[in-house]
C-alpha cells in the first residue's frame, strides 16, 4: 500500500527523527510483549495500559502504538516480515523528507501489525528490519462517524482529522437535505471514496496509526443503521443525550439538520456535541473527538447534568 503523506503534513516528522533507538533495539523494549510462535510480538498480560474496562472496553497504551516509536515517517507496505517500499513511498522519504541513511521509519500493514526499520537510501530505496513485528489488539468498542458532505475540501478535512483522533470506520452518508449528492453518478462517487480512502491512508500514516479505518459510502440513514447492528444508530442533535461508548456509531445529519423520515430511523436516539450549533463538518470532528477520547480513558463520561 502506499501512502506518502501531503508535503505539509509531515513536515514536522523530521523533529523526530534519530531518537527512536534511544539506549536500545526499536522493537524489543517492555511494549514488546511476548513472543509469538510466528517470531512476532503480541500483547500481553504485561502491557501497561492494555486491559478490559469495567464497561467492556479495551484501550492500548502508548506502548503498543508506533506514535511510541519514536520514527521519522511512517509507510505502509502489505508485508511487514518482508517490508518493501512502493515507488511513491520511496520518492517521498527520500527526496521530500531527505531521511538520512539508518533514520527510523515505522512500516505498517493497516491491520495493527509494525514494525521498526532502518531507511537505507540510494537508487532503490529500502527498509532495513531492525526489531520485532509488534501486533497492537484493535481497541472496543469500534468507533463509527458517518457525515453528510458539504461543498468544497471539507470531506477531506473530516476524514483527515477522523483519523487522526482514532476513528475505526468513517460512513459517507446521503440525506434527503444533501447539499452535494455524490451518489447521483456512479463514477463520481467511486472517485470521490477513492479519494476519500487515500486521505485516510496518508493521515494514518502521520498520526502513527498502526490499524487503517475503512471509509464506506455512500449509504443513506437506513443504510447506517444496518450497518450498525446490533449497535444502536445515534443521531447528532441539539437537545440529545451525551454521547457515550454504549453509542458508539454516530451520524452528522447535513446543516438543514435530519428530517422526521431520518429521526424516525434512529428511534429517536439522539446525541448532543455541544450547546451551540455546529458546522457539519465541526459536529463531525467533535463527534470523533469525544468518543475517542472516552475510550482511552482521557475523560470520563458521560457527565451528570447540570443543575
Do not use: Y
Not at 51 to 56: I, K, L, R, V
Not at 91 to 98: A, I
Not at 204 to 214: C, E, H, I, Y
Not at 252 to 261: K, S
Amino acid at each position: 500500500m502506499s501512502c506518502p503523506p501531503p508535503d505539509d503534513v509531515v513536515g514536522s516528522d523530521r523533529g523526530t527523527g534519530g531518537s527512536a533507538t534511544g539506549g536500545g533495539t526499536p522493537g524489543t523494549g517492555p511494549a514488546a510483549g511476548t513472543d509469538g510462535s510466528d517470531g512476532t510480538r503480541a500483547a500481553g498480560g504485561n502491557w501497561a495500559g492494555v486491559g478490559d474496562g469495567p464497561d467492556g472496553t479495551r484501550a492500548a497504551g502508548a506502548e503498543l502504538s508506533p506514535a511510541g516509536a519514536g520514527a521519522a515517517a511512517q509507510v505502509f507496505v502489505a508485508d511487514v516480515t518482508a517490508p518493501e517500499l512502493e515507488p511513491a513511498d520511496a520518492h517521498h522519504l527520500l527526496r521530500v523528507l531527505r531521511l538520512r541513511p539508518g533514520e527510523p521509519v515505522v512500516a505498517a500493514d493497516g491491520r495493527g501489525a509494525w514494525r521498526v526499520c532502518s531507511f537505507v537510501p540510494g537508487p532503490s530505496p529500502a527498509l532495513e528490519p531492525l526489531g520485532d513485528v509488534v501486533r497492537c489488539p484493535a481497541q472496543r468498542p469500534v468507533l463509527t462517524v458517518g457525515f453528510v458532505p458539504v461543498k468544497g475540501e471539507r470531506p477531506e478535512w473530516v476524514v483527515q482529522k477522523l483519523t487522526e483522533l482514532g476513528v475505526d470506520r468513517v460512513v459517507v452518508l446521503r440525506s434527503a437535505r444533501s447539499v452535494v449528492r455524490w451518489d447521483r453518478f456512479a463514477d463520481r462517487q467511486a472517485a470521490a471514496l477513492e479519494r476519500l480512502r487515500r486521505v485516510a491512508e496518508s493521515a494514518a500514516a502521520q498520526s502513527r496509526r498502526a490499524w487503517l479505518p475503512t471509509v464506506d459510502g455512500i449509504v443513506g440513514v437506513a443504510g447506517l443503521a444496518e450497518m450498525a447492528a446490533p449497535v444502536p444508530l445515534a443521531l447528532a442533535e441539539r437537545g440529545g443525550r451525551p454521547p457515550g461508548l454504549d453509542q458508539p456509531v454516530v451520524g452528522i445529519g447535513p446543516e438543514g439538520g435530519w428530517t422526521d423520515d431520518e429521526r424516525a430511523v434512529g428511534a429517536g436516539n439522539l446525541v448532543a456535541l455541544s450547546d451551540t450549533v455546529l458546522r457539519a463538518e465541526t459536529a463531525a470532528v467533535a463527534a470523533g473527538t469525544i468518543l475517542c477520547a472516552l475510550r482511552s480513558g482521557l475523560v470520563a463520561g458521560p457527565v451528570p447534568p447540570r443543575r
